[in-house]
């Protein structure tokens, strides 16, 4: 059994079901990418697994612990941390206080916040150096960057990382990701939604495909980088029938 597991999850936004049943597990130590197109129902799963979405059936287990009953900060208190989509930084925050916040279940241990600021300040100089710069002066690649320090500051043992890339010049791709793999190196399991499938298969060990909110192909990503309908759909390589 993996670290985290969902099993036949269905999630509805009122008469209209987004995600249709789908069974999907992370294992301690991986980072997992989670592939499909607008509205497949990618954002869905990473919200129902952090407690701001419901399921109407279905299991979401991590370890013997059943997250689907559970309210979002009690998930957040037993290891999982969520870095949504378009960053969502307190722009009206300084970086420091943004990062504070994050550490929400650190509140009562002064010295454990900044023990967990200076491990994202040895990930993100660039943080650092702007540490009393409000956040919504940064430029886009710095809020991804606060962002996914944000999330870390709870200690997580699984980070969820909602399309790290997106609006970023090729160049901060780079960079974001190298630092995504780097804090997998630390120990820190990742469940990865990204639209870049190119960087997304290249950085996972495994990848789901999630089309209009089923999984219509998984496997390891070395595997699903040479399959055609993947190479066809999400890498851009047309004509890929028959590819290697």
Not at 167 to 176: D, F, R, T
């Amino acid at each position: 059994m993996g670290l985290l597991e969902l099993r036949d999850v269905h999630i509805a936004y009122g008469n209209v079901e987004a995600v249709k049943g789908i069974d999907l597990s992370v294992n301690d130590g991986e980072i997992v990418t989670l592939l499909g197109a607008n509205g497949a129902g990618k954002t869905t799963t990473l919200r129902a697994i952090s407690g701001l979405l419901r399921p109407q059936s279905g299991s979401i287990q991590f370890g013997d612990l059943k997250l689907e009953v559970m309210p979002a900060h009690r998930i957040v208190e037993l290891g999982i941390s969520h870095v949504p989509e378009g960053r969502k930084v307190f722009g009206t925050l300084t970086v420091e206080e943004n990062l504070n916040l994050g550490a929400y279940k650190h509140r009562n241990d002064s010295a454990r916040v900044r023990t967990e600021r200076e491990r994202v300040y040895a990930l993100f100089p660039r943080l650092e150096e702007r540490r009393i710069q409000l956040a919504g002066t940064l430029s886009g690649g710095e809020q991804q960057m606060l962002a996914i320090g944000r999330g870390l500051m709870a200690a997580p043992k699984v980070l969820l990382l909602d399309e790290p890339s997106l609006g970023l010049a090729p160049k901060l791709v780079q960079e974001i990701f190298r630092t995504i793999c780097e804090i997998n190196r630390q120990g820190v399991t990742i469940l990865l939604v990204e639209q870049n499938a190119r960087i997304a298969l290249r950085v996972a060990e495994r990848a789901y495909v999630l089309e209009t909110g089923r999984i219509a192909l998984s496997g390891k990503s070395c595997d699903l980088r040479r399959d055609p309908r993947v190479q066809q759909a999400y890498l851009g390589i047309k004509d890929a029938v028959g590819v290697s």
